[in-house]
């Protein structure tokens, strides 16, 4: 397929954008806590200039101290902030990218435990997710506010950035002021459209006037806010006009606040492409170019989003973390090189809000976040490698030494590559998996892997292959709780299900609501059988990422599934359960079948085989410890880069 359209250029204010992939402000909180931009998110923005992006716009970064929304949010309220930034546009400009800042401030979308206060915004109303009351701002620090903007507008021009974009979208402060939802004043900030406008208008023109008339304007906006009273595409593409009036040079298009923010960084249970409609219709308001982003994860769509002329420029937002190369291998027409994101929201925003982690990175690409401590470089020595296991963490070591010179024999007992990555796929909404396993025996083949499916390899042959390393990464197998009956024929576990070998007959119990029993029921439930779930904790679905969790919950609804939780499974009779519910004995009849997913357990004999039998030896992902498919990716791909 010819790609050429993607590669045109395309002027935005006084800037030539070499081509029309942009990777947009998404929060990776990779920056200095005081608000510096680190060596860390230097060499990850690097990595997006080097792979051929032709406009990236740096994240979220706070024009007062009282907005910031992450704590490591790089920061222009303050001059001090210019040479940090000044090193990150110079590394940028090696590449031929141009590259934006996004001026920002949280408003309520916030809380006092990141800021140490109280978080501000038009109205003592608070967000729907944060749901910490805001303190309203007065007429008079509004008219502050406006000049904030302007002055941090002015400071990313002092550092050599080519352009800045407003976040108006989102349901953060400019949003705030432009939603009916959240603005409830009544001075010149509130109430009608023109007043809602009022705000974001003198955002635009303080900025035009402290930064010159040349200097390019993007306008974030939520085309559609998609919650009670906010706003919609035909008031956004009013605001759209008065925006183009005030003095932008382009839109950027998405929607929803932090109250619908299952639209805002969507699973895979929403398709690619589904925001283009809003940015196609505020492109028919406009005559600037329009930015559409939403699941563009390929490269046919984003063409046909541009000849079809629903967005001159697409933000490539997850995809440009799952494969910073993205643009380059569109160019060379590797497409099959290319890692697709899976929108599975765990590496990225799932790890941002993890007080555990807080730094993004990808579940497919565990060097996203990464890229100056983890490269793929040639071996010094090149060895001879047997991996036991074609899950994720065995295919992702396997492409990683292949790639640096290794020899590597893979050896998975399935006919196909997966292992339980596979299975997880064949859930509804998570089809998206399938793309990556393809990807990771793709690049093996490009590299050599020499891939043995369908041979459950024993320890005299692992040993007879003379390996220098051997990788054991046989995963795990589903556990099975030992409790009275557990032997009945009816019993069966989640695999079973999900790979079909198993008829469930009309009515079915789950035992377990984790993640996996809870996409099981899914599964059932879209297949028309009565489910019942019996879960231990006091929700299911723990383990889920929310806006993932937001859609699986609704078809659970809508399936009419039963649902029981603090309740503990004590025996299996037949085509019944007895259990405990909140410290009540109760019972659960007349199932078919009875499906067990209950958590895994590590499948590793052979490291005990092969102790002291083999030069090297390394137990990676579940063979180690049940975790999940992002621990076992990213420590696949750590042995490989140090073999
Ligand atoms: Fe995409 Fe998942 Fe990577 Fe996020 S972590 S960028 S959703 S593959």
């Not at 910490?132 to 008219?143: D, F, H, K, N, W």
């Not at 983890?374 to 001879?384: S, T, Y």
């Not at 990683?400 to 998975?412: I, K, T």
């Given at each position: 397929m010819d790609f050429k359209v993607l590669f045109s250029p395309i002027r935005i204010g006084n800037m030539e954008v070499p081509n029309r992939f942009v990777v947009p402000p998404m929060g990776t909180n990779l920056g200095n806590p005081d608000g510096t931009i680190s060596q860390e998110m230097i060499d990850y923005w690097e990595a997006r200039a080097k792979g051929g992006w032709g406009l990236i716009i740096v994240e979220v970064t706070a024009v007062d101290p009282l907005g910031k929304a992450i704590p490591f949010q790089p920061c222009l309220f303050d001059d001090s902030f210019i040479p940090s930034f000044k090193k990150l546009a110079d590394t940028v400009h090696r590449y031929g990218t141009k590259i934006a800042v996004q001026l920002h401030h949280a408003g309520r979308q916030t809380s006092s435990q990141i800021m140490g206060e109280q978080p501000v915004a038009p109205s003592p109303v608070p967000c729907l997710v944060s749901?910490?009351?805001?303190?309203?701002?007065?007429?008079?620090?509004?008219?502050?506010m406006i000049e904030k903007f302007g002055d941090a507008a002015l400071r990313a021009r002092k550092a050599g950035l080519d352009a800045i974009e407003v976040h108006g979208a989102h349901g953060y402060l400019i949003g705030q002021f432009m939603s009916p939802h959240s603005n409830k004043r009544v001075d010149e900030f509130g109430g009608s459209f023109h007043n809602r406008m009022r705000f974001p208008v003198e955002v635009v023109r303080n900025i035009r006037r402290k930064v010159g008339g040349a200097f390019p304007v993007i306008f974030r906006i939520s085309g559609d806010e998609r919650v009670t009273g906010g706003i919609n595409i035909e008031e956004s593409r009013a605001a759209a006009r008065v925006l183009e009036d005030a003095g932008v040079d382009a839109l950027h298009v998405s929607?929803?606040?932090?109250?619908?923010?299952?639209?805002?960084?969507?699973?895979?249970?929403?398709?690619?492409?589904?925001?283009?409609?809003?940015?196609?219709?505020?492109?028919?308001?406009?005559?600037?170019?329009?930015?559409?982003?939403?699941?563009?994860?390929?490269?046919?769509?984003?063409?046909?989003?541009?000849?079809?002329?629903?967005?001159?420029?697409?933000?490539w937002g997850r995809q440009s973390l799952a494969d910073p190369e993205t643009p380059n291998k569109v160019a060379a027409g590797l497409i099959e090189d290319i890692s697709p994101c899976i929108a599975c929201n765990q590496g990225c925003v799932g790890y941002i809000f993890d007080p555990d982690k807080m730094k993004a990175t990808c579940l497919v690409n565990p060097f996203?976040?990464?890229?100056?401590?983890?490269?793929?470089?040639?071996?010094?020595?090149?060895?001879?490698?047997?991996?036991?296991?074609?899950?994720?963490?065995?295919?992702?070591?396997?492409?990683?030494?292949?790639?640096?010179?290794?020899?590597?024999?893979?050896?998975?007992?399935e006919s196909v590559p997966g292992g339980q990555f596979r299975v997880g796929a064949i859930a509804p909404a998570k089809q998206e998996i399938t793309k990556s396993i393809s990807f990771y025996t793709h690049m093996g083949r490009k590299y050599g892997v020499d891939f043995r499916f369908g041979v459950e390899a024993k320890a005299e042959q692992i040993i007879a292959e003379k390996p220098d390393v051997v990788i054991i990464a046989t995963g795990a197998e589903a556990s099975i709780p030992d409790i009275p009956g557990i032997d009945n024929p009816k019993v069966v576990t989640s695999t079973e299900i999900l790979l079909g070998l198993k008829d469930p007959g009309t009515r079915v119990l789950v035992i377990g609501g984790g993640m996996v029993g809870s996409e099981t029921a899914d599964l059932l439930g879209e297949h028309g059988h009565e489910v019942t779930i019996a879960e231990m904790s006091p929700e299911i679905g723990r383990d889920v990422q929310e806006s993932v969790r937001y859609f699986l919950f609704r078809r659970l609804k809508k399936y009419k599934t039963t649902i029981y939780t603090n309740t503990t499974v004590k025996e299996i009779t037949n085509d019944s359960v007895r259990a405990e519910k909140d410290g009540e004995e109760i019972e659960l009849r007349g199932f078919d079948t009875i499906v067990i997913a209950v958590g895994a357990t590590s499948v590793n004999t052979l490291e005990r085989e092969l102790d002291g039998k083999v030069p090297e030896l390394y137990v990676i992902g579940d063979a180690s410890e049940t975790r999940k498919a992002i621990d076992a990716i990213e420590e696949g791909a750590s042995i490989a880069i140090r073999l």
């Open positions: 749901k910490e009351m805001p303190r309203e701002l007065s007429t008079g620090e509004v008219y502050e929607v929803g606040v932090y109250g619908s923010m299952q639209y805002i960084i969507p699973p895979a249970d929403i398709p690619p492409g589904f925001l283009l409609p809003y940015s196609e219709e505020i492109k028919k308001a406009v005559s600037v170019p329009v930015i559409g982003v939403g699941r563009i994860n390929h490269p046919a769509l984003a063409k046909d989003a541009i000849l079809s002329g629903k967005a001159d420029l697409l933000s996203c976040g990464r890229e100056g401590k983890m490269k793929i470089e040639p071996a010094v020595k090149k060895k001879k490698l047997v991996i036991i296991g074609g899950g994720p963490g065995g295919l992702e070591a396997a492409w990683v030494a292949a790639a640096r010179g290794h020899s590597v024999l893979l050896f998975e007992k």
